[in-house]
C-alpha cells in the first residue's frame, strides 16, 4: 500500500506557474504509474498527466499539453506537476494518483478506475 500527499497549490494568477508535488511512502515507488487528476467546482474530477514508472512514457489531456509537464524523482518518491502558462479554469483540486502496474499506453491511464490509490488533493486557484 502507498500513502500519496500533495503539496505546492496555491493562489496565482493567469498566466503563472506552479509546481505540484506529490510525496508517497514506502519503498516501492518505482514500480507505480502516477497521475495526476483535477477536479473544479461543480464538475467530475478529470485526467491531466500520467507518467510510466522510469518516467520513459508521458501521456497528457489536450486541455494542458504544452503548458504542463509531469515527471518523477524514484530516488525521492515523488512526482511532480509543472504547470506553466495558467488560465482560470485550470482552478481545481489537484489529485495525486498510483496504480503498482505496467505502462499499458496513455489512453489506459486517462481512466480513473485505472489507480488504485489517491491523495487528499491540493486547491489550485487561478484569478484573471
Do not use: H
Not at 11 to 35: D, N
Not at 66 to 84: C, E, H, P, W
Not at 87 to 100: G, H, I, S
Amino acid at each position: 500500500q502507498v500513502q500519496l500527499v500533495e503539496s505546492g497549490g496555491r493562489l496565482v494568477q493567469a498566466g503563472g506557474s506552479l509546481r505540484l508535488s506529490c510525496a508517497a511512502s514506502g519503498r516501492t515507488f518505482g514500480s507505480y504509474v502516477m497521475g495526476w487528476f483535477r477536479q473544479a467546482p461543480g464538475k467530475e474530477r478529470e485526467f491531466v498527466a500520467a507518467i510510466s514508472r522510469s518516467g520513459s512514457y508521458t501521456y497528457y489531456a489536450d486541455s494542458v499539453k504544452g503548458r504542463f509537464t509531469i515527471s518523477r524523482d524514484n530516488a525521492k518518491n515523488t512526482v511532480y506537476l509543472q504547470m506553466n502558462g495558467l488560465k482560470p479554469e485550470d482552478t481545481a483540486v489537484y489529485y495525486c494518483a498510483a496504480v503498482d502496474a505496467l505502462w499499458y499506453s496513455g489512453s489506459y491511464y486517462y481512466r480513473e478506475t485505472s489507480y488504485r490509490y489517491w491523495g487528499q488533493g491540493t486547491q489550485v486557484t487561478v484569478s484573471s
